[in-house]
């Protein structure tokens, strides 16, 4: 092939946000769109360290998918990359491109130098939905801020890129290498088996704290999970199980792992063909857009069901979220991270030797504090986003972390994992029925959050998403809300009028960041009220949105009184949400009566 040198002039709208650029399908398809955001990450990565080098390309295998992903080839090929990796048909969860970013060796004994990761996760897919690429870096981890701002910054000036224009789309549905030969050599595209990487890392070994793989035979150290205990608890006729992968690639894997390694009956996967517009769907695991596993599990007041599953769950569109179900029974993702770190020691062979300390973002509930102050383990708090977790965990700081947005994850790789998530709750119930038998009470789901919240107290928790909102009337609330926090006699005062049986707020501020590993700062990350009581309430704008501005309040409640842990969530929380809506005038501001979306 041919290397061509394209004009092109810049577009001014490529800053990536909380995870990648996302847009409308209709924006990426715009002309040189997508080459110049990739041309400016290869410009930012600097050309010498590109030349040579492999990179991973695929995705959630979402509409626009396969024409981007021959069009980064035509562009790896034209920038001197020797070989791309790509998942067969284009498909990779994000958090087995982590994987095969940390744990897969080229013949050449080569690793991959980085990832161009086709999705815009949970948003919807298709001709009129949306599109996004995430480059995530050697570490496996998605590129921080200080690469992300160089690669915006590059996008605003470029005014060429490099192709290979006559290279021939290349087959990405059969496994196997194809070689071309360019100006300076050989080029190569791989496609491997997508589940490959992923579930060797998972049930086979792992690595140890440093990051060298321990070969198996020599100091064979444990797998991360106990298959063989899982695939006894799917076996025990009082147990019964269910996967919505929401037509993402999720399924791909559950297949793989559900079906072929742990012995799950077929009927157990709902959704689990991706397809490159969900079937039409929104692939995000929560309670709202879920509505098929959510009536399975008997949680749908209007379709009734006479026995659910013991235990069910689902994934966003590049299964790198969870969302954990019991029988008519909910799991905030916030209790679940702590549940899973409170139970990991003895359920999960991977953390045996112990936990270097657990991490969350800042939205997300402080259930994890509670449990890191009784067990003595660090913590950390993080801005919203799995990239901030990624220098705790290469430090060594970090095992177990999780987000409010059904992210939870371990430092086996450096992405939120939404499988990892479900086998590590199938251990943990595989532990505590290990010497149940099964015509006694099988410990369920639910068994498991009300002890956890016995003892260590119940953080009631509710999220409010206001979606699409004006970005103007967005900026001028949350700048009202920076404004108003600067008293805290008048917020203090304010609340009263509204709900005088609520606590007093004594600090409020706009969350700051200090990464104890690089010493870099991010600010602005939401604005917080912290309560006498231990309740928060936090403000902030999202970064995934392709349209408008999404205005997202989080709402918190501490209940250490063991009569009270048992109040429905709605009803813990009214006074917070009443006092949340005034304080923040958001009916004024966003002409909203109620939010788009609760989780
Ligand atoms: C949202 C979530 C955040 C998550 C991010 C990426 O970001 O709140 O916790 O890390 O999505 O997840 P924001 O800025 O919209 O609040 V994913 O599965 O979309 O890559
Ligand atoms: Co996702």
Redesign the pocket.
């Known amino acids: 092939f041919k290397v061509v040198t394209q004009s092109t002039s810049p577009y001014i709208d490529q800053k990536p946000?909380?995870?990648?650029l996302?847009k409308k399908v209709t924006v990426f398809q715009q002309p040189n769109y997508l080459h110049n955001f990739v041309q400016a990450t290869f410009n930012a990565l600097s050309i010498e360290k590109v030349k040579g080098s492999t990179i991973v390309i695929s995705g959630d295998g979402r509409y626009f998918s396969k024409d981007a992903v021959q069009i980064i080839i035509k562009l790896s090929a034209a920038n001197g990359v020797r070989r791309v990796w790509i998942g067969q048909d284009g498909l990779l969860s994000?958090p087995a491109v982590s994987a095969v970013i940390r744990n897969r060796v080229g013949s050449d004994g080569e690793k991959a130098f980085g990832a161009f990761i086709l999705?815009?996760?949970?948003?919807p897919g298709g001709p009129h939905e949306d599109f996004g690429i995430?480059y995530n870096s050697e570490n496996g981890g998605?590129a921080l801020e200080g690469l992300t701002n160089k690669m915006y910054d590059l996008t605003k000036t470029i005014k060429e890129y490099l192709i290979a224009e006559d290279l021939p789309n290349v087959d990405i549905s059969s496994i196997g290498t194809t070689s071309f030969q360019g100006p300076e050599g050989a080029f190569e595209v791989e496609v491997f088996d997508a589940t490959e990487d992923y579930v060797n890392l998972l049930k086979t070994l792992w690595l140890d704290s440093t990051g060298l793989k321990i070969a198996h035979l020599l100091s064979y150290v444990g797998t991360i999970f106990d298959f063989k205990a899982i695939k006894n608890l799917l076996a025990r006729p009082d147990f019964s199980f269910c996967y919505d992968a929401l037509h993402g690639v999720a399924g791909v894997y559950a297949k793989k792992i559900f079906i072929d390694e742990l012995s799950a009956d077929e009927s157990s996967l709902l959704n689990c063909v991706p397809k490159e517009d969900f079937g039409g769907g929104h692939p995000d695991p929560n309670l709202t857009y879920a509505k098929e596993l959510v009536a399975r599990m008997g949680l749908s007041k209007a379709a009734p069901v006479s026995e659910p599953p013991e235990f069910g769950a689902a994934a966003?569109?590049?299964a790198?979220?969870n969302m954990i179900l019991g029988k008519r029974f909910f799991v905030t993702p916030s209790d679940s991270v702590a549940i899973i770190a409170a139970n990991a020691i003895g359920s999960i062979p991977y953390f045996n030797s112990g936990l270097k300390g657990v991490a969350r973002?800042m939205?997300?509930s402080a259930a994890l504090d509670v449990v890191a102050k009784n067990l003595n383990l660090k913590f950390f708090e993080v801005p919203?986003?799995?990239k901030f977790f990624g220098n705790l965990m290469d430090a060594g700081l970090c095992s177990v972390c999780g987000?409010?947005?059904?992210?939870t994850g371990s430092d086996h790789i450096r992405e939120?994992d939404g499988i990892w998530a479900v086998l590590a709750w199938l251990s943990i119930l595989a532990h505590r029925n290990k010497n149940v038998s099964t015509d006694s009470k099988l410990v369920t789901v639910e068994d498991v959050v009300r002890q956890h919240w016995a003892t260590y107290g119940r953080h009631f928790y509710t999220r409010y998403d206001y979606e699409n909102v004006d970005a103007d009337a967005a900026k001028e609330l949350m700048a009202h809300l920076v404004n108003v926090q600067s008293s805290l006699p008048e917020v203090n005062k304010l609340i009263k009028q509204v709900r005088p049986d609520v606590a007093d707020v004594e600090k409020a501020d706009e969350f700051e960041y200090k990464d104890p590993v690089d010493g870099s700062i991010s600010s602005h990350q939401g604005i917080r009220y912290l309560f006498q009581d231990g309740s928060r309430l936090v403000f902030?704008?999202?970064?995934?949105?392709s349209e408008g501005a999404?205005i997202?309040l989080y709402i918190e409640q501490y209940q250490s009184d063991s009569t009270k842990i048992g109040t429905e969530a709605q009803d813990a929380l009214a006074p917070l949400v009443k006092v949340a809506l005034s304080l923040s005038k958001m009916q004024e501001f966003t002409g909203r009566s109620s939010p788009t979306v609760i989780t």
Do not use: I
């Not at 946000?17 to 990648?20: E, K, L």
């Open positions: 946000g909380t995870s990648g996302r994000t999705t815009a996760s949970h948003n995430k998605p966003d569109g590049d790198d979220r973002s939205p997300t919203t986003g799995w987000e409010e947005s059904f992210g939120k902030r704008l999202s970064g995934t949105g999404t997202r």
